[in-house]
């Protein structure tokens, strides 16, 4: 398996603009985590999909991010707009269903936003 | 919601000496405790984890202990080498829900 795949890998854009992250689970794993990471506030969950149902997305910072699951092989986040303060590093990550329960972790995007 | 509180910051030792990271968590009913090591520009990655009912588990130099009724775990690398040189996180469930809340990171250096 080629373990979670995010693309891209870089994105630089400008404030106001429209940006969508992507990502590819690992096949099998039921569940997807979308998780932020800036030095400040270090490793924080965003949303996670079960069986591609959205359980928990209290940690989505404000309207202006939204996430989608469509099917079990592919996930979004979308920012609109864009705002220099979401600068960071988005990851991905999956996990299986049953035990062992660790995540695996994707490459993740650095978004940087001017 | 599940709150992680991690120890120290940053740490150095000189190579060959041990490390020692420690966590505590505040939900009483979390059952499972993984650390993940984070290099320079890379992802997080699993290293080692521990379930409630254990109370100590070992893989090679690393080893995780849990002490449920203090509400602590703790990583301890053994023989360190500069290829131990990361940022590890502990991290915690909420209850026994999936999704992981993280500690802040520890910086560690190993001194050659």
């Not at chain 1, 969950?45 to 592919?74: C, H, Q, T, W």
Request: charged fraction near 20%.
């Amino acid at each position: 398996d080629a373990g979670v795949i995010q693309s891209p890998r870089h994105e630089v854009t400008e404030m106001g603009q429209e940006v969508t992250l992507r990502c590819k689970p690992i096949s099998g794993h039921d569940y997807l985590f979308w998780y932020r990471q800036t030095m400040m506030r270090g490793l924080e969950l965003l949303i996670y999909f079960n069986n591609n149902v959205p359980i928990d997305d209290s940690g989505m910072p404000e309207d202006r991010f939204s996430a989608k699951m469509p099917n079990a092989s592919f996930s979004t986040l979308k920012i609109q707009p864009s705002e220099p303060r979401d600068s960071a590093v988005y990851f991905c990550a999956s996990s299986p269903r049953t035990e062992p329960y660790g995540y695996t972790f994707g490459s993740g995007t650095r978004l940087t936003v001017v | 919601g599940e709150n992680v509180e991690q120890h120290p910051s940053t740490l150095s030792v000189q190579e060959g000496d041990s490390a020692v990271i420690k966590c505590t968590y505040s939900d009483s009913a979390s059952n499972y405790f993984p650390w993940y090591k984070q290099e320079l520009g890379k992802r997080p990655q699993l290293i080692i984890d521990i379930r409630s009912n254990v109370g100590e588990k070992k893989d090679q130099r690393i080893a995780v202990t849990l002490n449920k009724t203090a509400k602590h775990f703790s990583l301890h690398i053994t023989e360190t080498q500069p290829e131990d040189s990361a940022v590890y996180f502990c991290a915690a469930p909420e209850g026994s829900a999936r999704q992981l809340t993280f500690g802040s990171g520890t910086q560690l250096t190993v001194l050659p």
